[in-house]
């Protein structure tokens, strides 16, 4: 009984580290990315497909476990509000779980997997998933000698542009020759800029408390809000060109859910916004993520290995 239990704390710890809600919002890009390559009819062998996602999910585990050992000062004050997928004041670096030796393994077994199962796949592949995932959302966000998580408006320009390298890492999976079209790289970056800020937003009263400088405690959280409206207005224009680019259905129908839910999403946050923070549950957001993730997944690997 003992030895199950211990079990189950050493699943539960990992578990937190691994935040399955912002996996999937990362793994998205990935997929969209193989699909749209899927469609255009390059094929690959079903167990490099494996690589792919091993690649992926090693990479965002070392990236959430760095992001986790650096934000101790902040997480240690948070009241869970607004992380729908991780109590942060219960994360195992705050609450001792986690030990020096144990992080140093754990970083390494996951950088070796990211990079090792990627070169597995193909070099060029190798080269966005290792700079997007390993290099951009994880050492350069939040490593303390960038820490650009840190940094007024590179913190969400990191986020966004590793979202955009994501989508080409998929696409570079099956098509390591050519480039995915421009249009969904601009609306995504946009898109997920957007996305992002209700998060920095929430997130001011511990990262001031902690002397943290992002862009929610710079600029104000109400700015921050405010500021997801003229991003929602640039998304229409991109989203207008998209739709008369000769381009893939995947990236049109992304794209026709994505504006509308973008606009929703906008409303929803100055509707909810109640100084300090945010009373809003992620789940709404992550769950139809979820199942056009699912949907994407499925149609890019029918295509893939037909």
Known sequence: MESVNNANRIFQKYAKLFRIRTTIIYLFPVILGFAGAAAGGARIAPYKIAFVYLAFFCGSFFSSTLNFYEDVESD????NM???DAHMSDQPFVTGEMGKLEAVLLFTLTAAGCIGFSLLVNLQFA???VGSIFIVIGILYSFHWFRFKNRPALDII???AGACLLLVAGWKALQPATWPPWGPLAFGF???ATLYMPSVANDV?????ACFRTSGVVFGAKRLIDAMIPMCLLLIPIAVINFFMSQSWVFKLFIALALPGA???TIGMRILYRP?????????????LAALTIFYFVYGVHLAIK
């Open 158 to 160: 990191t986020n966004a």
């Open 205 to 209: 009263p511990f990262d001031a408390a």
């Open 82 to 84: 607004y992380k729908g």
């Open 276 to 288: 300090p923070q945010i009373r809003f549950n992620a789940g709404l957001l992550v769950y139809p």
């Open 263 to 265: 606009l929703v999403f």
């Open 190 to 192: 946009l898109f997920s």
């Open 76 to 79: 240690r004050l948070h009241n």
């Open 127 to 129: 080269a966005f998933m």
